[in-house]
């Protein structure tokens, strides 16, 4: 079974600081995904960015990175030069890189609070 | 990039009646869609994995007969709250595969639907 934990159910950052939020996973699947997503009030889903886990490079998007470690089952979301738009919530979630596509599993999520 | 719609973005229907939410993929063929809820302030929960041209999986503790599933085409799939009460109310979540996709976001969401049973 695939765990996906959240810790932070809250987190303030200044805008343009950098924030730092929390996941840690628990597979027993050789090969996954780990993704990061932002829902904003409105409710939609939006994809952030991915890391695999045989990739050997952290992930990047923009102002987003991804600060992978393995042998710690932990794919923290960073997020540089906070904006007021970043205030969200941001869900952590994996699947399984085996044969079919899996089901995502999503943790708890942390909302995201960017003051001025 | 991918595009996933629901409809309809709001509903508020009588304790007893049914409900229909369409979920669309308005620019690829998804052999596979999920339907999520969420409640309030909660992470979102799958209920079922809908596949074009078969029977949807449900997940353990989502009744079968309350949400019909009905996955009739590549870009269409449909979830019915049948004989609704209030503490179906919620925010009701579809996501859409693309057809031999990779591994990197592939699962594609739709905007949502809001549901309120009075």
């Known amino acids: 079974a695939q765990k996906i934990t959240q810790t932070q159910p809250g987190m303030f950052v200044q805008e343009k600081e950098a924030v730092t939020l929390d996941c840690t996973y628990d597979t027993s699947d050789p090969s996954y995904g780990l993704f990061w997503y932002k829902q904003p009030s409105s409710g939609e889903m939006i994809f952030l960015i991915y890391?695999?886990?045989?990739?050997?490079q952290n992930a990047t998007e923009g102002r987003y990175s991804l600060n992978f470690q393995k042998a710690r089952k932990s794919a923290n979301l960073v997020i540089s030069a906070s904006q007021l738009g970043d205030s969200a919530m941001y869900f952590c979630a994996m699947r399984s890189l085996n044969t079919g596509f899996q089901k995502l599993v999503f943790g708890t999520g942390t909302r995201l609070l960017v003051s001025p | 990039g991918a595009v996933v719609s629901q409809h309809p973005s709001w509903v508020i229907c009588k304790s007893g009646t049914s409900v229909k939410i369409e979920c669309r993929s308005l620019d690829f063929q998804a052999t596979t869609m999920f339907w999520y809820r969420q409640f309030p302030k909660q992470s979102l929960m799958l209920m079922a994995t809908?596949?074009?041209?078969?029977?949807?999986?449900?997940e353990q503790g989502v009744e079968k007969d309350k949400f019909l599933i009905n996955h009739a085409s590549l870009t269409l799939s449909t979830l019915t709250v049948t004989s609704a009460h209030p503490e179906d109310s919620s925010f009701y979540i579809c996501s859409a595969v693309r057809l031999a996709g990779t591994s990197t976001d592939t699962q594609y969401f739709g905007p949502g639907t809001r549901l309120t049973v009075l």
């Open positions: 809908s596949n074009e041209g078969s029977k949807a999986t449900y």
């Open positions: 890391q695999g886990s045989y990739d050997q």
